[in-house]
């Protein structure tokens, strides 16, 4: 639990797991998970126990689900990516692949190692340069605000392409 008022069990995490979130679980919750995310430090407060200080946090998010609706992505957004996994039979392959070749083989492991190290992300800037996928565009499109849904519904209905109905005046 990250929403709630106890908050030991993040104490020295790097990676925090959120499994199988759903809209329903995040309902509510969207400026205390941004919060996790942006936060530079926080402060540990154990249950039965006065606030402790505050402590450096390094924690990352990783959210994985099976629903289709699990995150309000804001138009703006310069926290989230989102990956949709591939098939199970795709998912199996490249497991194995990646057990056999990379994992197991020291060599093929080490020139992996090496590539990446060897990579200059010294302009890499991670909110610019960032895949934004069309799952997370999905997101984003189905999370904007009732009246603005509303609105192209509305538009659509009637006719009107793009931002038509939006007075010059």
């Not at 020139?111 to 069309?134: C, G, H, Q």
Request: proline fraction near 1%; glycine fraction near 4%; charged fraction near 35%.
């Amino acid at each position: 639990q990250i929403t709630t008022d106890f908050n030991a069990n993040l104490e020295n995490k790097f990676l925090i797991v959120l499994d199988e979130m759903d809209s329903v679980g995040s309902f509510g919750h969207e400026k205390t998970l941004k919060n996790c995310i942006d936060r530079d430090e926080f402060t540990i407060h154990k249950k039965g126990v006065d606030k402790g200080s505050a402590i450096k946090d390094f924690a990352r998010y990783l959210i994985f689900t099976n629903a289709d609706f699990a995150l309000y992505i804001e138009m703006g957004d310069r926290r989230l990516a989102c990956i949709e996994s591939f098939a199970k039979k795709l998912e199996d392959l490249y497991a194995k692949w990646f057990n056999e070749v990379l994992i197991n083989d020291k060599r093929t492991l080490r020139l992996f190692y090496n590539f990446l190290m060897a990579r200059d992300i010294s302009n890499w800037k991670p909110v610019e340069d960032r895949v934004e996928t069309d799952l997370y565009r999905q997101l984003q499109d189905i999370s904007r605000p009732k009246e603005l849904l509303f609105m192209d519904c509305y538009c659509e209905k009637r006719g009107d392409k793009g931002n038509d109905w939006i007075s010059k005046d």
